[in-house]
């Protein structure tokens, strides 16, 4: 069936209008969209946070046109980096018709950036006798909210840990006690006046978050005085830690029992070396090579794992007996 131009009757084969008669039904400005490496664009006088660059083009040239079309990004790379720039091309369907659009694209330092070069920090969070573990638990929360504008601006090492100074104080709190329900660390928390603002005379505050580790991680043997009440006498504990966290959970070396302890009351724990050994008799007791007095001795805690001469095993020896703590090429210790 053959189709004609309203207008002006000329034979089409698609659209309503024929070329000459289609109206200019939009108006194109080419954007400019300046981004920042912390998926920030400026827009309107204001930071946005955006996700996706891609989505975000598509985004801007809808706006421009002032239509919801189908909108493709030919392939482009961008870096985000100083004086980066570039021009692309999206293409649009536009009443049956592919259009064109070019697009630019370029670098803009935010205010987060601002604050990255300037050091700028609103508290200290203190770690001390911190281990791999936790820093890479801080750096796994801080990548998190790095689009937030929340980062470490300063590293500074001091004597037993290093202080590092972030960019948003609420976090820092946040941070703290993540620390302290993850790993038990010992946390304190205080402000310290910095500033006055003399637009509302309101008093500036930058926090100081003080994060003490415990020495010893899961998987150790510690040895600590504990006193579960009041006018008792303390009581001395061997324990196979077994979970890390505001809670520390492990097994009682001396009956073998599940305990547990607030971190707080652990401060002063030792941690007592696990050393590697042999099995040189099973019968009638279970007895291992001291490998620092080449003597045999006894066991002292009950065995579920059936063990034989020249079996390898980790021990601790303590001052109230000898205690198999693991075997080789094998983390689980229920079997203890």
């Known amino acids: 069936m053959r189709r004609f131009c309203p207008k002006c009757g000329k034979t089409i084969t698609e659209g309503t209008f024929c070329l000459d008669c289609t109206p200019n039904k939009f108006n194109f400005t080419p954007p400019l969209i300046q981004v920042s490496e912390f998926n920030r664009t400026w827009h309107k006088g204001v930071w946005h946070q955006f996700g996706d660059l891609e989505t975000l083009i598509i985004s801007r040239v809808k706006e421009e046109l002032k239509m919801d ?8 790379e961008f870096e985000f980096k100083k004086k980066e720039k570039i021009e692309l091309i999206c293409k649009a369907n536009i009443d049956g018709k592919e259009v064109e659009l070019p697009v630019k694209v370029s670098y803009r330092q935010c ?4 604050k990255a070069k300037s050091k700028y920090f609103e508290g200290i969070l203190q770690l001390r006798g911190t281990n791999s573990s936790a820093f890479e638990f801080i750096e796994h929360e801080l990548s998190k909210v790095s689009g937030k504008g929340i ?12 202080d590092l100074y972030l960019t948003n104080k609420n976090y820092i709190k946040l941070l703290a006690q993540k620390l302290h329900d993850k790993f038990g660390a010992l946390v304190s928390i205080n402000s310290q006046l910095f500033s006055k603002n003399h637009l509302t005379s309101k008093d500036i505050y930058r926090i100081n978050a003080l994060v003490t580790f415990l020495q010893f991680e899961q998987g150790d043997v510690i040895f600590f005085n504990y006193e579960p009440a009041k006018r008792t006498k303390p009581k001395e504990y061997f324990v196979l830690v077994k979970k890390m966290g505001k809670l520390i959970t492990g097994q ?3 009956t073998s029992k599940p305990v547990s302890f607030e971190s707080k009351y652990l401060k002063e724990a030792k941690k007592i070396e696990i050393i590697k050994t042999k099995v040189i008799s099973v019968e009638p007791k279970i007895q291992i090579l001291n490998p620092k007095t080449y003597q045999s001795e006894e066991i002292a805690n009950s065995i579920i794992k059936s063990l034989e001469i020249d079996d390898e095993i980790f021990v601790v020896l303590t001052k109230v007996g000898n205690f198999i703590v693991g075997y080789p090429f ?7």
């Open 252 to 254: 009682d070396l001396e």
């Open 151 to 162: 980062f470490i601006s300063k590293t500074e090492d001091v004597i037993n840990g290093v």
């Open 69 to 76: 079309v189908p909108i493709i990004v030919e392939p482009f």
């Open 111 to 114: 205010d987060m950036g601002e």
């Open 330 to 336: 094998s983390e689980d210790s229920e079997d203890l």
